[in-house]
């Protein structure tokens, strides 16, 4: 959950997974949040990269990460979080 809504100063506009076209993550989380007082934006892409790999599931993180451990690899993973701020209603 990127913000709680209640004392916020920014409100969740809209949520979906997006094709972003690229290999390597090839689906996002998009998140547009909007600022209560203006018409400012935050655009947000969202994904997990674990084992090497990306994923917009939480639990298809963990279970990436557990085939990485039984494989000896470790657990490395990382929650991946871009944003751009847009002034202004262009979304």
Same mark, same amino acid.
């Given at each position: 959950? &990127?913000?709680?809504?209640? =004392?916020?100063?920014? !409100?969740? !506009? ?10 390597? $993550? ?6 547009? &949040? ?8 935050? &655009? +947000?892409?969202?994904? =997990? ?6 994923? $917009? ?6 279970? /990436?990460? +557990?085939?990485?451990? /039984? ?9 991946? /979080?871009? =944003?751009? +701020? ?6």
């Amino acid at each position: 959950q &990127l913000v709680r809504e209640k =004392y916020e100063p920014w !409100r969740q !506009r809209s949520r979906d997974i997006r094709a972003t076209g690229a290999n390597a $993550v090839p689906r996002v989380v998009e998140t547009v &949040l909007r600022a209560r007082e203006s018409e400012r934006l935050i &655009l +947000v892409w969202q994904w =997990y990269w674990t084992g090497g790999q990306a994923t $917009v599931s939480a639990l298809g993180s963990k279970l /990436l990460g +557990v085939a990485s451990q /039984l494989r000896g690899q470790g657990n490395p993973g990382a929650s991946v /979080l871009i =944003y751009a +701020v847009v002034d202004g209603d262009d979304g």
